[in-house]
Nanobody, 124 residues
Framework: QVQLVESGGGAVQAGGSLKLSCAAS????????MAWFRQAPGKEREFVTA????????NYADSVKGRFTVSRDNAKNTVYLQMNSLKPQDTAVYYC?????????????????WGQGTQVTVSS
């Protein structure tokens, strides 16, 4: 199995930027398609973005298109989420997830492994 640890969350004002990282360990990182999800209080976990194993194909939720960018460095076993032009509605706990069998899935059930999450708070 693979272990995932997110970092980089914090508090920022609207319009600001944050970059999240998710470090993987345990198995060959490049075997896993990766994704970011988020969950706000009282809401279901929602898809943010996904990236394929090696080709760099990506998929974004409409709510973050043009503002967020996902990338990965397979040599460093890390996936990143660059978040720009942040809005208060982006406030949530952000989770990275790994999928051994599929790619670019948008539902949590597609993913086999999860990190513990990192809090992002955007104030107006």
């Amino acid at each position: 199995q693979v272990q995932l640890v997110e970092s980089g969350g914090g508090a920022v004002q609207a319009g600001g930027s944050l970059k999240l990282s998710c470090a993987a360990s345990g198995r060959t990182f490049s075997n896993y398609a990766m994704a970011w999800f988020r969950q706000a209080p009282g809401k279901e976990r929602e898809f943010v973005t996904a990236i394929s194993r090696k080709e760099g194909l990506t998929n974004y939720a409409d709510s973050v298109k043009g503002r967020f960018t996902v990338s990965r460095d397979n040599a460093k076993n890390t996936v990143y989420l660059q978040m720009n032009s942040l809005k208060p509605q982006d406030t949530a706990v952000y989770y990275c997830a790994a999928d051994l069998y599929r790619s670019l899935g948008t539902t949590p059930v597609n993913y086999d492994y999860w990190g513990q999450g990192t809090q992002v708070t955007v104030s107006s």
